[in-house]
T-cell receptor, first 111, second 116 residues
């Protein structure tokens, strides 16, 4: 079963705007991770937030985690055309080694 | 640099053929995974392995088997390929949770399999 579900499925914005993607999950987690996938390629890890953290930053990325609502958001500020990709959240079921991914958000940044 | 290598980028196989997808990682990771990715369905876990010769079924193991004889190598086997197994297959590896990197997953570039 897929643990994470991203929302929206697709997002189209202009260069320079901010992009926000959301992720909801179902069970308790140790951590939640966000990944990026360029078309036809493998996924690349962006950022990890642990269950006892509420917010984390990495460059133009800001991730929040609300464990009471079982949700996370990924904010990309000042987007660039090169940010065009699919973004996935992934969660680990508590005490498990395996990771489950959602269906992803397809982000298009128009120049 | 971290590396997960999938042996074939593109394959075309006939229905009923036995197919091997090979994956090697050079990070000494305990965990290895095989996912399948289809449009609109995201990544679905087929099998994972947390140690040599150990394997666990994921969400969609039917029609697949795996082999992990060495720590660095994890093979996905389609015993008798069918057209509904046409997909992109992604191999990945990670350390167990609890370390400084959590269980960050490192992916290969993917193998596009077409079954005709």
């Amino acid at each position: 079963s897929q643990q994470g579900e991203e929302d929206p499925q697709a997002l189209s914005i202009q260069e320079g705007e901010n992009a926000t993607m959301n992720c909801s999950y179902k069970t308790s987690i140790n951590n939640l991770q966000w990944y990026r996938q360029n078309s036809g390629r493998g996924l690349v890890h962006l950022i990890l937030i642990r269950s006892n953290e509420r917010e984390k930053h990495s460059g133009r990325l800001r991730v929040t985690l609300d464990t009471s609502k079982k949700s996370s958001s990924l904010l990309i500020t000042a987007s660039r055309a090169a940010d065009t990709a699919s973004y996935f959240c992934a969660t680990d079921a508590y005490n498990n080694n395996d990771m489950r991914f959602g269906a992803g958000t397809r982000l298009t940044v128009k120049p | 640099d971290v590396k997960v290598t999938q042996s074939s980028r593109y394959l075309v196989k006939r229905t009923g053929e036995k197919v091997f997808l090979e994956c090697v990682q050079d990070m000494d990771h305990e965990n290895m995974f095989w996912y399948r990715q289809d449009p609109g369905l995201g990544l679905r876990l087929i099998y994972f392995s947390y140690d040599v010769k150990m394997k666990e079924k994921g969400d969609i193991p039917e029609g697949y088997s795996v082999s992990r004889e060495k720590k660095e190598r994890f093979s996905l086997i389609l015993e008798s390929a069918s057209t509904n197994q046409t997909s992109m297959y992604l191999c990945a590896s990670s350390s167990p949770p609890g370390g400084t990197s959590g269980n960050t997953i490192y992916f290969g570039e993917g193998s596009w399999l077409t079954v005709v």
